[in-house]
């Protein structure tokens, strides 16, 4: 009989319900700790022995002491064999975990690859990888010889935020001082970085001790930044699994997980083709699965649940067991999806055969297509595109940091 584990999975966003069920469905005992504004979110209960709850939204060390001291009392009486971060917001946290209590698993050096733009953006040059020309914020000097030696526009992002949050676009050298300026205290928690118009693309992946076991490659139609930014819909396409973009990319995705040390988890990672010169450029990448429903989207194409597959993965690592990935599908698929204006959309209108997937979400409108022509896919979604724009679209700002 297998041993009996015990994972405490760290979620202070309301997702990864798939993971906790598999996780348990593994035979092992799984606690959860969350936000305690987050107690009544629908949770798979019967998936999770125990919950435990953070009082504070904040990575401030003073919320950390207060979850590391409660673990530690926590862990008097039960054990706690393996940590689980399901977000991005919460690799940082785990890695501190395991740190303190000695649990094997990342910890918070490489964590940093996995969170840091400006860690991975050293990471990746200092392997030969490409990335968009940039620089930190530290040092006056360099700032302004950055500056003086590339080309506007650049971006100012955040270093340990996820997705579009706080990415501010300046266009001239004053602008841009302006806007260090303005970061205050905060301006060494943000880099400096070229911005290249292009093709942008998701590679999202499982590993295991170092190799990759699954990658689905996909392209942005409309990137999470332009989205945020503009105000558009996002949407997302697999693309043509023989093609050489799709080889290209899943060349450079194992590049990049062999430089960041990636062991094995669940991975979403983000990369660019300039437009100016057709090479492909790292972005970012995180050690999670991607988010907006791009796990139902790599579902509905592969037929391999990614949340539930890291699950399996990590308590078949933990054993030292075996671990085989199902037999992958290769399907056409492709994931829109918008602010709408209404509270509840009513979707009834939309009856093409290929739908696989609505959103069941306020003020949300989104679905997921399949077809085994490619070229299909991509006309539903043009076509989508233009309703939702005409009946339910609606917009707001980017907001400067998450919320929950």
């Known amino acids: 009989m297998s041993q009996s584990l015990a994972f405490l999975c760290i979620s202070t966003y309301f997702k990864g319900e798939a993971f906790l069920k598999a996780c348990k469905e593994a035979g092992n005992t799984v606690y959860l700790l969350t936000y305690e504004k987050l107690a009544d979110a629908p949770w798979p209960r019967e998936a999770v022995d125990e919950f435990f709850f953070l009082p504070s939204q904040d990575n401030s060390s003073q919320n950390l002491d207060v979850m590391i001291n409660g673990l530690a009392h926590t862990m008097r009486s039960r054990k706690i064999d393996r940590v689980v971060a399901m977000d991005d917001f919460d690799v940082e946290k785990a890695a501190l975990v395991r740190e303190t209590f000695r649990i094997p698993g990342m910890g918070q050096t490489t964590a940093r690859f996995f969170r840091d733009k400006l860690a ?131 060349q450079l995705n194992d590049a990049v997980m062999a430089a960041f040390r990636m062991q094995s988890s669940a991975s979403h990672s983000e990369y660019i083709r300039g437009d100016h010169d057709g090479e492909y450029y790292f972005l970012e990448t995180s050690s999670r699965v991607g988010g907006a429903n791009i796990a139902e989207l790599v579902e509905i194409s592969s037929g391999i649940n990614l949340w539930a597959e890291w699950a399996r993965l990590e308590s078949a690592m933990a054993r030292d067991e075996p671990y085989e990935l199902p037999d992958v599908q290769n399907h056409y698929a492709g994931l829109i999806i918008s602010l709408a204006r209404q509270q509840w959309p009513n979707t009834d209108g939309f009856t093409d055969d290929e739908i696989r997937w609505r959103m069941n979400k306020e003020h949300h409108v989104g679905f997921i297509v399949q077809s085994p022509d490619r070229e299909r896919v991509l006309q539903l979604l043009d076509n989508y595109m233009e309703r939702i724009y005409q009946e339910y679209h609606a917009s707001a700002p980017v907001p400067d940091k998450p919320t929950n």
């Open 120 to 250: 991975m953006r050293m990471r990746a040059s200092a392997d030969g990888i490409r990335v968009p020309a940039f620089s930190s914020l530290f040092h006056d000097e360099t700032i302004t010889d950055f500056l003086q030696n590339t080309e506007a526009p650049w971006l100012i992002k955040p270093r340990s935020e996820a997705s579009a949050t706080g990415i501010k676009k300046v266009h001239s050298l004053d602008e841009a001082w302006q806007m260090i300026h303005s970061l205050g205290d905060l301006r060494h928690t943000f880099l400096i970085e070229q911005f290249k118009p292009g093709r942008v693309f998701h590679v999202d992946s499982l590993s295991r001790d170092g190799k990759t076991l699954f990658t689905r490659a996909s392209q942005y139609l409309a990137t999470p930044m332009d989205v945020a930014h503009g105000g558009g819909v996002f949407r997302t396409a697999i693309l043509p699994f023989d093609s050489d973009e799709a080889r290209s990319l899943y």
